[in-house]
C-alpha cells in the first residue's frame, strides 16, 4: 500500500510559468511533509518542508501548500527555469516514529527554454 | 559545515559476490543515519536506520543488512548478493535533536548485479 503518491509521473512547463507538483497521502500520523529535487545519478537535494501545523511555507520561488483535510501537499516553483528541470520527490513522516520518510514516487518536471 | 560521502560510486558485481558500501558523514556528531535503495524508474525505498553506535532497525526484510561502527559511519552490506539487489543505494543522515527533521542524502552508489 503506497501511502505517498505523485500521481503524475512527469509535467512540462514553459520557462516563466508557474509549476505545480502534487502529492497525495493516505496516512493521517504524518505531520512533517518535505520535497527534494533529484538528479540523475545524484542523492535527492532538500528543497523545502513544512509542519502539519502550517497550511503554507514558502523560500523564494517555492512554495509548499498542505491541505490536511484533503491530505494533499503541492510544490509551487514561481518562476520556472530550465535549471529546475529534475526529478522531484514529495516525502512525509511520523516525527515522534523516528523521523523515517516515505517517498512518492517521483515526477519529473520539465522546463522548457 | 556538514558533508556526506558514499563509495564506492558505481560497482559491478556478480550473483552470489558480497556487498560493502560505505558512508560516512562529517561535520556533525549523534547524527541519525539511513541508507535507501532506489530501483529504476520508481522511488526511494528506506531499508535501514540508526540513531547510533550499533543501533540499527530494518523496515524491509531482505538480503542486505547495516551495521554502525563508529558515530559517523554506516555500512551496507550483503554475504550473497541477487540480481534484485540492483540499484542506487542511498545514505542520509539527519540531526538527532528535534526541529529539524530534514534528511541529507550522499551522491549514491549505483550497483549492477550481473
Known amino acids: 500500500d503506497q501511502q505517498v503518491k505523485q500521481n503524475s509521473p512527469s509535467l512540462s512547463v514553459q520557462e516563466g510559468r508557474i509549476s505545480i507538483l502534487n502529492c497525495d497521502y493516505t496516512?493521517?500520523?504524518?505531520?512533517?511533509f518535505l520535497w527534494y529535487k533529484k538528479y540523475p545519478a545524484e542523492g535527492p537535494t532538500f528543497l523545502i518542508s513544512?509542519?502539519?501545523?502550517?497550511d503554507k511555507n514558502e523560500d523564494g520561488r517555492f512554495t509548499v501548500f498542505l491541505n490536511k483535510s484533503a491530505k494533499h501537499l503541492s510544490l509551487h516553483i514561481v518562476p520556472s527555469q530550465p535549471g529546475d528541470s529534475a526529478v522531484y520527490f514529495c516525502?512525509?513522516?511520523?516525527?515522534?516514529?523516528?523521523?523515517?520518510?516515505?517517498f512518492g514516487g517521483g515526477t519529473r518536471l520539465m522546463v522548457k527554454p | 559545515s556538514q558533508t556526506i560521502h558514499q563509495w564506492p560510486a558505481t560497482l559491478v558485481q556478480p550473483v552470489g559476490s558480497p556487498l560493502s558500501l560505505e558512508c560516512t558523514v562529517e561535520?556533525?556528531?549523534?547524527?541519525?543515519l539511513y541508507w535507501y535503495r532506489q530501483a529504476a524508474g520508481r522511488g526511494l525505498q528506506l531499508l535501514f536506520y540508526?540513531?547510533?553506535?550499533?543501533?540499527i532497525s530494518s523496515e524491509v526484510p531482505q538480503n542486505l543488512s547495516a551495521s554502525r561502527p563508529q558515530d559517523r559511519q554506516f555500512i551496507l552490506s550483503s554475504k550473497k548478493l541477487l540480481l534484485s539487489d540492483s540499484g542506487f543505494y542511498l545514505c542520509?543522515?539527519?540531526?538527532?535533536?528535534?526541529?529539524?527533521?530534514?534528511?541529507?542524502f550522499g551522491p549514491g552508489t549505483r550497483l549492477t548485479v550481473t
Open positions: 542520509a543522515w539527519s540531526r538527532g535533536t528535534s526541529g529539524r527533521y530534514e534528511q541529507y
Open positions: 496516512n493521517s500520523m504524518f505531520d512533517y
Open positions: 513544512i509542519s502539519s501545523i502550517k
Open positions: 516525502a512525509a513522516s511520523v516525527i515522534e516514529a523516528g523521523n523515517m520518510l516515505t
Open positions: 561535520g556533525t556528531s549523534n547524527p541519525n
Open positions: 540508526s540513531v547510533g553506535i550499533g543501533q
